[in-house]
């Protein structure tokens, strides 16, 4: 069976550390129960051993093209996508009402981090359909949802979100795509779109793009953007196929992920591209969101099981690869004897222990962010709105963290390969090569830090950051009870000090005015806030597993528990520091990358 990641892990971070069981009390998942969990863990592990794994190198080595007007993808994508309409993985968490499973967030995530993990090509295609899919079911018409949801659940069209323009990349307020009302009650589109994930390939019959438009005379600035469904080809009066006036007009070729096409489209190049609206006008950016803030998620998953993957393809190197030899008590090489295997290196250990402790924190968050937008979604009480608070903040984050430190792991087992990682017969430099674009989808690392500190710190008073530390502090309560645990707590504590001391540096800005003053390390303020949030989540599995320890009817041998316990020593011991170092540039006097009225071109 294919090594690209731990069940055992996953099942550890579902059941004892994030209590996924506990979404049975809902009436939304009442036809589910653990062993139907389970199940499905299962079910994707072993699609993914058929269907992703095995063309994961031949993605890469044979890419998608564009030529002569034609999309050119692997042929596995077809089946791929044929099946996950068969068995109802393209609607897993709709309603029932709208063709879906309702299957608990937090397991099709869980389900997702196993595909991804094989094969991180393949999944943006399936998550893109579902995304677009669940923001029509969400608020579109009846009209719409009859339109299009039935083919793009089957598999058989495939969604995307069409936002990034030539001019507009993060600045969605600079969109130009324009919409123009019809008598029909469609709009015509014109304009371009660029970037568009899975935008175009031949697995697919139709393609729904989610666009991002003007309709004419809206107001400026994103107040005046409203969200189309715009298909390659629309049904005509006799049932008919009829080109759209929408098509792919190149592909980017990219370093990784080659396997994921990444088209241009051109909308209405002869004046007859139907739109149709989505929800009421001029609320599209804020229905986009739905699928651009689960896109976060999905791509911090991306990363997280990227990484995953690489971190298993460099344990099975280290443990397999002789080279040198341990030094005696006189501190020289004995040349007689045997050399041992690299992972009995310290600073290989330690390099696959960063990788360990990097990928299950990240795991770890992104499951409680899942489970947050279970408990929102079905919880209508205080619990739900302020598991909706959560996610909002944790969001930013749990996209961030694992595409930049997921990249830092992946290089760190690159370097335990050596020279063999560098090389095309080894998989770590396309792990790499395609884990680079995540700290750039949906988002940008400094988009994301801006949005933590500018909007989610703040938010409601700062009320989310409070109910995060509400809940660090109920995990460092829990970790007092053992005595190995509880140093640990407290270090957690004092650098939970450390950020406030932060934030009471840079509020007076805020409360002035001065937001370019206070948004300027922004990305500091991430990496800081970022750190603390895993080491709660290690904290949370080292009392889970001490927990497991003294439990007779664990579902592991100890062994499992204690590399819980360990890998949480070590990111307290090698990570958890770093914290004091953004403490000090956040908090210091000089402020260099702030333009004044003398800059000139001396400075760069």
Known sequence: MARYMCMDTLRFLLY???????????????????????????????????????????????????????????????????DAGENGWLCPYFDYADGGAQMPYTIANATNHIIESANNNIPGYIGLTSGAAHLIASFGSQELKDMFIPNMAAGKWSGTMALTEPQAGSSLSDIVTSAKPMEGGHYLIKGQKIFISGGDHQASDNFVHLTLARIEGAPAGTKGISLFAVPKFRTGQGGENIYNDVCAVADFQKMGQRGYSTVHLVYGEHDDCHGYLVGEPNQGLRYMFQMMNGARIDVGMTATSTATAAYYASLQYAKERPQGRKLTNEGVKNMTDQQVLIIEHPDVRRMLMLQKAIIEGSLSLLLECSKYADISHCDKGEKGKNSQLLLELLTPVAKTYPAEMGRVSINNGLQVLGGYGYCMDFPLQQYLRDIRIMSIYEGTTGIQSLDLLGRKIPMENGKAIMLLTQKMNAVIADASAYEQLKPYGEQLMKKMGE??????????????????????????????????IIAYQWLKMAVAAAGELQNEARMYDKTFYESKIHTMKFYFKYELPKTRACLETLTHHDKLTLPTEADDDTIF
Not at 20 to 46: C, G, I, M, W
Not at 500 to 508: F, R, S
Not at 520 to 532: G, V
């Open 16 to 82: 004892n550390v994030h209590n996924a069981e506990e979404l049975l009390q809902y009436e939304r998942f009442v036809d589910y129960d653990r062993p139907s969990f389970d199940l499905l863990l299962d079910s994707s592990k072993a699609w993914a051993d058929q269907d992703f794994y095995p063309y994961y190198r031949e993605m890469d080595e044979k890419p998608v093209y564009f030529k002569d007007g034609v999309t050119h993808s692997h042929p596995i994508l077809a089946k791929v996508m044929k």
């Open 499 to 532: 950020l406030q001391k932060a934030l009471e540096y840079l509020m007076p800005y805020a409360m002035k005015g001065d937001y370019e003053m206070y948004l300027a390390d922004a990305t500091i303020f991430m990496e800081m806030s970022a750190n603390i």
